[in-house]
């Protein structure tokens, strides 16, 4: 029996429609680093000369600007989410009193406002103040690839459920990063970040305290000076006591000598499939920079609002 013409044209119209609606969406998640060389040429310089300032003011600053890109793409995809102040997801417990550089991201944002107002979105200037944070330290550099758009919420709830806890077991720690696409080389790569970053008392006491033997004693007895077993939740210290202000492959060194500061830190090197990559970063400062770049860049793929989707938040704090 033949086939109404009309049913052919309308079956040829549907199938018109999806692969139409298929190539628009490849093409809508397609980021790119020439994103803004039209709408906004001097983006990027502008971005760079704030976080210089930032992080020459303080150090630390640079650890913070990398975690805070991490935390925002591990919850909801790469789209500012963790910079609203409604949503609960800036104050959710993986975050609260933890995550900062808020003030830089603002300040970075105010100044590209000035000169292409809502053209560039909060999601890429997180991406862009890592990257440049990393410079500015001596870290690697690395082509950002831009054109990400901003959320209209935040959620707490994945925050909790997403991001990794300081005293998570290298099983769970890999779980959480395959969920996002990330295999273990990218976790440990990333986890690298950690030779210039600090950490809060209350997030390695109970490894200080635990008579464990995955912990070096003198390394034990050198941090317990500066947090009691009660009190001083708030003091500092670094993750990476070598060589706290260098971007270098001594975090992995210090793993190997059972001298990791949090317990996701160890669980790195505690005979598990990630030795082998710590052995390598530790050998080979150069593989570990690379990695590193790669992973950063994969990372900032996670689950971006593109095309039409999220807004271009005027101040990253609210929604337009």
Same mark, same amino acid.
């Given at each position: 029996?033949?086939?109404?013409?009309?049913?052919?044209?309308?079956?040829?119209?549907?199938?018109?429609?999806?692969?139409?609606?298929?190539?628009?969406?490849?093409?809508?998640?397609?980021?790119?680093?020439?994103?803004?060389?039209?709408?906004?040429?001097?983006?990027?310089?502008?971005?760079?000369?704030?976080?210089?300032?930032?992080?020459?003011?303080?150090?630390?600053?640079?650890?913070?600007?990398?975690?805070?890109?991490?935390?925002?793409?591990?919850?909801?995809?790469?789209?500012?989410?963790?910079?609203?102040?409604?949503?609960?997801?800036?104050?959710?417990?993986?975050?609260?009193?933890?995550?900062?550089?808020?003030?830089?991201?603002?300040?970075?944002?105010?100044?590209?406002?000035?000169?292409?107002?809502?053209?560039?979105?909060?999601?890429?200037?997180?991406?862009?103040?890592?990257?440049?944070?990393?410079?500015?330290? %001596?870290?690697?550099?690395?082509? $950002?690839?831009?054109?990400?758009?901003? &959320? !209209? =919420?935040?959620?707490?709830?994945? +925050?909790? @459920?997403?991001?990794?806890?300081?005293?998570?077991?290298?099983?769970?720690?890999?779980?959480?990063?395959?969920?996002?696409?990330?295999?273990?080389?990218?976790?440990?790569?990333?986890?690298?970040?950690?030779?210039?970053?600090?950490?809060?008392?209350?997030?390695?006491?109970?490894?200080?305290?635990?008579?464990?033997?995955?912990?070096?004693?003198?390394?034990?007895?050198?941090?317990?000076?500066?947090?009691?077993?009660?009190?001083?939740?708030?003091?500092?210290?670094?993750?990476?006591?070598?060589?706290?202000?260098?971007?270098?492959?001594?975090?992995?060194?210090?793993?190997?000598?059972?001298?990791?500061?949090?317990?996701?830190?160890?669980?790195?090197?505690?005979? %598990?499939?990630?030795?082998?990559? $710590?052995?390598?970063?530790?050998?080979? &400062? !150069? =593989?570990?920079?690379?990695?590193? +770049?790669? @992973?950063?860049?994969?990372?900032?793929?996670?689950?971006?609002?593109?095309?039409?989707?999220?807004?271009?938040?005027?101040?990253?704090?609210?929604?337009?």
């Amino acid at each position: 029996m033949a086939i109404p013409t009309r049913i052919k044209d309308a079956a040829f119209l549907m199938l018109v429609m999806v692969v139409s609606m298929i190539m628009s969406s490849s093409c809508q998640a397609q980021l790119m680093s020439t994103f803004y060389d039209r709408t906004c040429p001097d983006a990027l310089g502008t971005i760079r000369t704030v976080i210089g300032k930032a992080v020459s003011k303080e150090h630390r600053m640079a650890a913070s600007l990398i975690r805070l890109h991490f935390h925002d793409c591990f919850v909801q995809g790469c789209d500012a989410s963790i910079l609203l102040i409604s949503g609960g997801e800036r104050t959710a417990q993986p975050n609260n009193n933890s995550v900062r550089g808020f003030e830089v991201i603002d300040d970075a944002k105010a100044q590209v406002e000035k000169i292409c107002p809502g053209v560039v979105s909060c999601a890429d200037i997180v991406a862009v103040a890592a990257r440049d944070a990393s410079v500015a330290v %001596g870290g690697p550099s690395w082509s $950002v690839k831009l054109g990400r758009r901003d &959320s !209209t =919420t935040g959620n707490a709830t994945q +925050a909790v @459920a997403n991001l990794p806890f300081f005293t998570d077991g290298l099983d769970i720690l890999i779980s959480r990063f395959h969920k996002k696409g990330l295999n273990i080389r990218d976790m440990v790569a990333l986890s690298g970040a950690h030779t210039i970053g600090q950490a809060h008392c209350f997030t390695y006491r109970d490894r200080l305290y635990s008579n464990g033997t995955d912990i070096d004693a003198s390394f034990a007895s050198a941090r317990r000076r500066m947090c009691p077993a009660s009190g001083g939740n708030m003091n500092l210290a670094p993750l990476d006591p070598v060589t706290p202000s260098s971007f270098d492959n001594y975090y992995f060194k210090n793993l190997m000598q059972k001298k990791g500061l949090l317990v996701t830190d160890q669980a790195l090197y505690s005979s %598990g499939p990630t030795d082998r990559i $710590v052995l390598e970063y530790s050998k080979n &400062s !150069t =593989t570990f920079r690379s990695d590193f +770049a790669a @992973a950063m860049i994969k990372m900032g793929y996670i689950e971006p609002l593109t095309g039409s989707r999220g807004q271009i938040r005027k101040i990253c704090s609210v929604v337009n």
